[in-house]
């Protein structure tokens, strides 16, 4: 429980799959997380995070198949740090959340109960 992160929100987009010579793949897909609160002046305020989420393997494979975009998933991983030198020479910085585990809660077309 060291390095842990649970999120549920939807889908920004498709699945992006990358497939390798080696036979393992890799989906790539952003994740919207919305937390609502209450202002001092009475005001409900949503705030929207976005996160970079990785799926290796078989999950890649399920992603693929059943993810799309605005799909509502409970999602759980690790957080992961990279630092990498961009085209223009500056060091850029990524955060992205490596999956173990994928829930499909709601598909973008099913109504809230």
Known sequence: M???VQLIGN???NPEIRSFENGKSVARFSLATTDSY???N???I???QWHNLVAWGGLAKIAE????????????GKLIHRTY?????NKKYYTEVVLHDIVMLRTRNEKEE
């Open 2 to 4: 060291r390095n842990k």
């Open 11 to 13: 889908l920004g987009g």
């Open 38 to 40: 209450t202002d001092a």
């Open 42 to 44: 009475g005001k409900r």
């Open 46 to 48: 949503s705030e929207t």
């Open 65 to 76: 198949r059943f993810l799309v975009k605005g799909s509502e998933v409970a999602v759980e």
């Open 85 to 89: 030198e961009g085209k223009d020479g």
